[in-house]
């Protein structure tokens, strides 16, 4: 390298090869370097225009440009040599070497311009910077503040050094970037398994109003208000947001519009009580209230909403823990003359019996009412839902003991308007409630007998047969059945929902009902089964099953099931041990069947139903 | 009287023109009603569908529209189908255009 400190001007054409070698990121220069020292150690004849005479003479302009960045790069590495050169400043350089012998690799035709370009650029980078050894100080490059540099000080964006904290924020930037960038593919897939375990997805693409909904819902903080959106999107929105548990102050206040008649808040579990107020402020007009999981909602909330709010019909609160006794007087006091509907769920410290009674004395136009898990109201409380004249839908579960004389007699009492008639989980009601219930009752359309284990087969059959109301379109029994570990088979009379009932309900109401449940209606034989759901019977309004541990189930089940049901959309049958090899015909959703193999739901792709059985039949033969 | 054309004109609300097939446009109920010559909407003689009185339909949010009409018919029977991509800034108000589309319409010219 001393050899050339006498600035030997060589020149010489630049070959093709050079050019080659240029494009490819080697540095002719450097190759120079090497036969430079081949020259000086073998012998001497130093006729390096011979040298340069072996090539093949190429234009002239590239040539000298290309050998006057050559002779750049040798002067600037020379000087550099004297001074004493820090690793990374040589490292810089050889990449710019680099970086424009590619560029005058590409560049075919440049003239005077260029060497200045040149220049001025190679000057830069002699007067950059070089990066200071560790322990040495250097001002922030984003902060300007004084700091020491260490082997691990991070590199800023124009190429300076960040201290500790610009250089935190900086990785945590870029790894948030990392994260949006790599979009975990099995989000999506988890995804769309659930939606088909709820029985919504179908074959297809989802509408377009879902697709939106959803975007919306993932950038849910960026949104400042939501427009002109018609009630039901909102709604939905709102539903969507509670789930994912972002319905925050910030995030209600997208839904609070003066003109809606509705509010309605799946999760309110993160409104505070100056939040509450809001809402009563902003919705004075509201005949509509939802608000569930509404725990931090206090008595002067409801002190607030009945000064504010004059037309409210329908209030459904769940979880108003905080609201005492008096206020509740007091709200019935104000507004139950125009209570229509009322539901009521998850009280635990207040509303006890009496508080039931003055309800349904200052509330005579009640048409609706949903009381559950309210752990004070008892018998006394249901008895007294018996005078409410206009009641039309009624819900109930006490975890308290009511005698079924109670029940029998509500049900004697008002039977014969209910439309709706849902008794969850009184395990001791027998036979005579639903005695009450064929004498009483001319228009159910929806009756849920749940949780029960001392009503009889014998009951539900002559409930059912003869009974003057017309078919029922939803029907729950479920989990009614013998609940003794010694006798897993149940006795002789079969308790709860069996055959004879099971045959006898179908018979009743198959021609219109549309949703069917009678998971673990465990004593319900093989037999009535396969009567029921034979294929030549047909439910044209059933969509919705779900026979979980009833487990005589078996494939020729479920085969007379698609057969018979031809509108069918959802089938859950988890814990049917017999059912095997199912073929799920197109737009129905099997959930629950197991194959260890197979993905816990199995949804039907474009085969028709007949075809589907056929295929079974073919396995099972 | 109505040509069943293959294809269909949506102007949007700002003036702009999309030509689709008629199978996607009729995606969408209220389309569909304002093309049906039973309905007896001016529409159907023209086979072009005006939005210009319509705020929600703007150029931007129709041509998203038109790209769903097509990617829903790609993938009519599939399973584990990809989501189309919505830009943020335009989800909004494809929402409002959605719902509006999706329901009933309004004719703006009724043949008698």
Redesign the interface.
Known sequence: MSGRRGGNRIRGPQSALTDFLAANNISAAQIRDDYERRRRQSAEQDDAGEGASDQPPQPPQATDAALAAAHELEEEEVSKNKKKRKRSEKDAIEKIKKAKASKKGKKKSKKDDSDDDEDYDVAQDMYRKARPAPGQFEHCEICSKRFTVTPYSKEGPDGGLLCTPCGKDLAKELKHEKKAAAKPGGRKRRKLESDRLDGIARGGAKPLQQLCIEKVAKHHDEIEELGDMPQPVVERLSEIFSKKRVMKPKTLRLFLRPDLEDVIVHDSAYLEPDDYHQIFATVPNMKRLVLANCCQMKDDAIDYMLERCHKLRHIHLYAANLVSNGMWHRLFREIGERLEVIKLKWLDDSFEDFVVEDMVRQCPNLQRVKFKLCRRVGAEGVAAFASLAKLQHLSLQISSEVPTSVLCDLVSQRGSQLRTLSLEKFIDADDTLLEALHDNCRELTKLRVSENDTATDAGFTALFTNWQNPPLTFVDFNSTRDVDNNNSEGPEDAIGMASSGFKAMMAHSGPELKHLDIASCRHIQLGAFMDVFNGAQSYPALEHINISFCNRVDTSVVAGIFKSCPNLKKLVAFGCFDVQDVVVPRHIALIGVPRAQEAIEQFGVGIGVDEAIGRMVEVAA | MANDTEYVTLVSSDDFSFVVQRSAACLSPAIRRMLDPAYGFAESRTNTCHFENIK?VAGIVLEK?CE?FY??E???????????D?P?EL??E???A??YL?GTVSPSEALN
């Not at chain 2, 790609?74 to 189309?84: E, G, Q, R, T």
């Open positions: 929600s529209v769903y990617y829903n790609k993938y009519k029977d599939a399973k584990d189908v990809p989501d189309m919505i943020t989800s909004l494809l929402l409002l959605a719902d999706d």
